[in-house]
Each structure stands twice: as structure tokens, then as C-alpha cells.
């Protein structure tokens, strides 16, 4: 760290008080870091990084305290690689806080499965309840759902190639009540809905002129069926893509793992789906432990 402020100061030439507060930020994540069994700052990992904001943030520290921290940081580590002492900065991935935190709204496992009773045995109804459970089963963007062809479908291996607008492409499994709800839908309701035989380069969800489903188009399906749900106003693809992140979170599943399943690369993203299910945690514990 010595040789880090004396950078700062001989090359950048940093005011004093400004020299401070970089030594401070980063004693006081060294401090944490040692919390967690690391050695040095250089055994800096991203999953370090991550697990610090992510308790600035629950410690409630301002955004502009965290941004701070976030750049004094980012700009060590930067140091710390053009020295060579680590292969890659660990906080390059995160990402300022912003301004306007967003309230990240999603649905519960109860209301996921009240939404799912809702579509009927109709042409419309099947494709709908495909629809909703791909979506919710693989926390598709919108846009990753209107461009869906069936050349991106392995239903015998039980995945799905999604891509999004920067023609970036992951591979995500497809759970079993998506893998039955989209085969129910290509074996008895695709032709009638399309007028006439599957083509592999077909899209896989379709309006009744067999044109592709728009984003408008599925946003009204959502709405519909949260109407009939009885939460109609927060229906939306993002609501359930934010749905499918929180669940397996709540469920035991990692940060690292998530990102690789929904294609985030700002690591923020990550770290507000994690902020809302401790939130979940501690309340649940507030409310039922005898000494909370």
C-alpha cells in the first residue's frame, strides 16, 4: 500500500487529504479481507470484492461512501496489475453505485405458481403457459425470447442457446416444467397457431399470422395473466427475470453462477438480487426468532 500513496503522490500528484482517504479506504478492506482468512490484498478475488459492497450496502453506507471506496480500490488494484503483482484487478467488474436505486420487484414461488394456473387447455392457452415457464425457467431478457428459433432449442439435451441484442450468446438449461410445457406446445398447438408445418429456422413463440411475438406482444400475455392473478401492475418480463434470479439465490445458489446463467456482466446486478434476499433472510428472522 506504501507504494501505492507514494505513486499517488510523486506521479499524480494527489492533494494530501486526498492521499488519506485512499490509505484509509484501503486499510479498512484490508481489514476485511483478514476477516476473511486472506493473508494479503493481492489474494484479492471478485467474489472478495463482491462480499464487500455488498456489506458497505447493508451496513447502509451512503452511495457516495461506497462509490469512494469502490474507486480507491479499483485504482489500487489497477496500480497492482500494471506492477504485475496480480493477474487482474478484482473490482474492475464493479460498477458505481447509482443514484436512483432501483426497487428490484419480483415475484414470490406462490405467486409464480397461482400466475401458472391461469392459461387454459386452448391453441393460446398452451403457448402461454410455454411462454411463462421458459421465461421464469431460464430468466430470458424479453428481447432473448423474441428472437428465439427453434436451431436454439436441444430439448433432447435439455438446453437452450439464448442471445441478446449485442450478439452475445449463453447456454442455459431448461428446467423439466419448461422442457414439458414447450414440447406440449410444438407437438399440439405450434401448427395450428402458425397454419401450417414447424420449419427448423421457424421463431419458437408466435402470434396466430405466425409472425414472431413482439416485446409488446409479450408484455400484454404478462399483463393478462397477472391481471387474472391479481397482480397485474408489477407483471412484467423483467418481474419474472428478477423472479428466476431471487429464487435460486434463496435457494443456495452463487453470485458467479447466476451471472453465467443471465448474462451480467456488471457484477452490481448480482449484488442487488443478493441484497434483496438477505433483506428476505433477515426479516424472516426479525419476525420468528425468539431473540431476534
Not at 8 to 22: G, M, P, R
Not at 144 to 168: A, I, Q, S
Not at 223 to 238: L, N
Not at 249 to 265: A, R, S, V
Request: proline share 2%; charged share 30%; with cysteine.
Amino acid at each position: 500500500m506504501d507504494s501505492f500513496i507514494e505513486y499517488l503522490k510523486s506521479s499524480k500528484n494527489k492533494a494530501e487529504n486526498t492521499l488519506v482517504a485512499y490509505k484509509r479506504d484501503i486499510q479498512a478492506f484490508e481489514t476485511f479481507m483478514k476477516g476473511r482468512g486472506r493473508k494479503s490484498l493481492t489474494q484479492c478475488r471478485e467474489s472478495d470484492a463482491v462480499a464487500y459492497i455488498l456489506e458497505l450496502n447493508n451496513a447502509s453506507k451512503s452511495k457516495a461512501t461506497i462509490n469512494r471506496k469502490i474507486s480507491s480500490l479499483r485504482a489500487f488494484y489497477d496500480y497492482k496489475e500494471s506492477m504485475g503483482e496480480i493477474d487482474e484487478n478484482p473490482f474492475s467488474k464493479i460498477k458505481s453505485a447509482k443514484n436512483d436505486k432501483r426497487q428490484i420487484e419480483f415475484l414470490t414461488v406462490e405467486e409464480v405458481e397461482e400466475l401458472l394456473k391461469y392459461p387454459d387447455n386452448s391453441h393460446k392457452g398452451i403457448r402461454d403457459k410455454a411462454l411463462l415457464e421458459f421465461m421464469y425457467g431460464t430468466g430470458a431478457r424479453v428481447t432473448e425470447v423474441v428472437r428465439l428459433k427453434f436451431t436454439d432449442l436441444n430439448l433432447r439435451m435439455n438446453f437452450v442457446t439464448l442471445k441478446d441484442n449485442e450478439g452475445e450468446s449463453r447456454i442455459v438449461p431448461i428446467g423439466s416444467y419448461a422442457h414439458a410445457a414447450l414440447t406440449r406446445y410444438i407437438d399440439v398447438a405450434y401448427a395450428a397457431i402458425k397454419g401450417g408445418e414447424r420449419k427448423d429456422d421457424d421463431y419458437v413463440f408466435i402470434n396466430f399470422r405466425g409472425d414472431a411475438l413482439t416485446r409488446q406482444g409479450i408484455w400484454k400475455i404478462l399483463k393478462e395473466y397477472g391481471r387474472k392473478a391479481g397482480f397485474e401492475e408489477k407483471m412484467t418480463p423483467q418481474v419474472l427475470r428478477n423472479s428466476f434470479a431471487v429464487h435460486i439465490l434463496q435457494n443456495g445458489g452463487d453470485l458467479k453462477t447466476l451471472q453465467e446463467l443471465m448474462g451480467f456482466e456488471d457484477m452490481s446486478v448480482g449484488i442487488a438480487y443478493l441484497s434483496v434476499t438477505n433483506v428476505r433472510i433477515k426479516d424472516v428472522f426479525n419476525k420468528t426468532h425468539p431473540r431476534a
